[in-house]
């Protein structure tokens, strides 16, 4: 099975965050724009943190407060579970089954080298078997391929 350097290696160099102290409002308009589900929290390049739209949907509106005056510090979760370039795709996938997440931040080194997505993992796991089988097919059959 794969890495997470291989999802990485094929997804745009992209890995957006924020500020903390930024506003959820601010947080959302981004996540809108750039039509993604989660944000990297960063303070002086360091990961503190991971805003996805789930927190904003359980710690904002279902708590009647306002998006513009709560800062994305407030609501973020400030001890995500972070994967490195390494993990395997499976032990991701693990990890996400059973913590009830969708995003992972890959963190090698302390520096952060991306996230990765649950539609991510699928997508590699889909191409990964798509791949297997076409060989298999080719060599039954005895065609080069």
């Given at each position: 099975?794969?890495?997470?350097?291989n999802?990485?290696?094929?997804k745009?160099?992209n890995?957006?965050?924020?500020?903390?102290?930024?506003t959820v409002?601010?947080?959302?308009e981004?996540?809108?724009?750039?039509?993604i589900?989660?944000l990297?929290?960063?303070?002086?390049?360091?990961?503190?943190?991971?805003?996805?739209?789930r927190?904003y949907a359980?710690?904002?509106?279902l708590?009647?407060?306002?998006?513009?005056?709560?800062l994305?510090?407030?609501?973020?979760?400030d001890?995500?579970?972070?994967?490195?370039s390494n993990?395997?795709?499976?032990?991701c996938?693990?990890l996400?089954?059973?913590?009830f997440?969708?995003?992972l931040?890959?963190?090698?080194?302390?520096?952060?080298?991306?996230?990765?997505?649950?539609?991510?993992v699928?997508?590699f796991?889909?191409?990964?078997?798509?791949?297997i089988?076409?060989?298999?097919?080719?060599?039954?059959?005895?065609?080069?391929?």
């Amino acid at each position: 099975m794969g890495k997470v350097w291989n999802i990485l290696q094929n997804k745009p160099g992209n890995t957006f965050s924020i500020s903390p102290e930024y506003t959820v409002y601010d947080a959302l308009e981004l996540m809108c724009h750039r039509n993604i589900g989660a944000l990297l929290a960063t303070r002086n390049g360091k990961l503190v943190g991971i805003f996805t739209e789930r927190d904003y949907a359980r710690k904002v509106i279902l708590q009647g407060k306002s998006s513009k005056d709560t800062l994305v510090g407030e609501i973020m979760d400030d001890h995500p579970v972070t994967v490195t370039s390494n993990t395997t795709i499976e032990d991701c996938m693990k990890l996400m089954t059973n913590k009830f997440i969708r995003h992972l931040p890959v963190v090698d080194d302390g520096v952060i080298a991306g996230i990765i997505s649950i539609g991510d993992v699928v997508k590699f796991i889909i191409d990964e078997q798509r791949f297997i089988i076409e060989n298999l097919e080719h060599y039954i059959t005895g065609q080069p391929e």
